[in-house]
C-alpha cells in the first residue's frame, strides 16, 4: 500500500498554534480514495505543545530559522529533528501532503522574514517540507492537492 504523510492538523487533530480545531480536510477522503495509509504528523505539537506561540520562518547570519513572534526562540533544532526521525521511521512514505503557509509544513508557500519582520518571500518550504524534498519525497501543499487530484 502507499503511503502518505499528512499534516495532522488537516484530519482535523487540535494541533494548530492558537488551538484551534479547522475540521477534517478533503484531503483525507481524497488520499484514502487514491489508496494511500495515512500516516499523520505535527513537529510542532509534538515538540513545543498546544497551544504554543506562533513561529515565522526567518533569515539569521546562521541561515533560516524557525523562530518565534513575539519572544524570537529558535525552534530549529527540535522541528529539524523531529523531521528526520519522522522520515527514517517511515522510509516508504512517497507522498507528503502539508498545510499551506506553515513555517514547519508548508511545501512552496511557506513565508520568509528578515530579522526586522519583512516578509521575503512567500513561497518557501517549511522544516519538514524541505525534509521531504530532500529525500525525494513528492511534496504538495493542501491546497495543491485538491485541484490536482479533480
Known amino acids: 500500500m502507499k503511503k502518505a504523510a499528512l499534516s495532522a ?6 494541533c494548530r498554534y492558537n488551538g ?3 475540521g477534517r480536510s478533503e484531503v483525507v477522503a481524497k488520499l484514502e ?3 494511500y495509509e495515512i500516516v499523520l504528523f505535527c513537529p510542532e505539537d509534538a515538540c513545543f505543545g498546544t ?6 520562518l526567518t533569515v539569521t547570519d546562521e541561515g533560516v530559522k524557525a523562530l518565534t513572534k513575539f519572544t524570537g526562540e529558535d525552534r530549529t533544532p ?3 529533528e523531529y523531521a528526520e526521525n519522522f522520515f527514517n521511521d517511515h522510509p516508504d512514505i512517497t507522498l507528503f501532503v502539508g498545510k499551506a503557509r506553515s513555517p514547519s509544513c508548508g511545501v512552496c508557500t511557506a513565508r520568509l522574514y528578515d ?3 519583512r516578509l521575503l518571500s512567500e513561497n518557501e518550504a517549511g522544516v519538514m517540507a524541505a ?3 530532500a529525500r525525494g519525497v513528492e511534496t504538495l501543499d ?3 492537492f485538491l485541484p490536482l487530484q479533480e
Open 9 to 14: 492538523c488537516l484530519a482535523g487533530r487540535n
Open 115 to 117: 530579522e526586522e519582520g
Open 20 to 22: 484551534e480545531i479547522k
Open 142 to 144: 493542501d491546497e495543491a
Open 33 to 35: 480514495k487514491e489508496g
Open 131 to 133: 525534509e521531504a524534498k
Open 78 to 80: 527540535c522541528l529539524v
Open 51 to 56: 497551544p504554543r506561540e506562533a513561529m515565522d
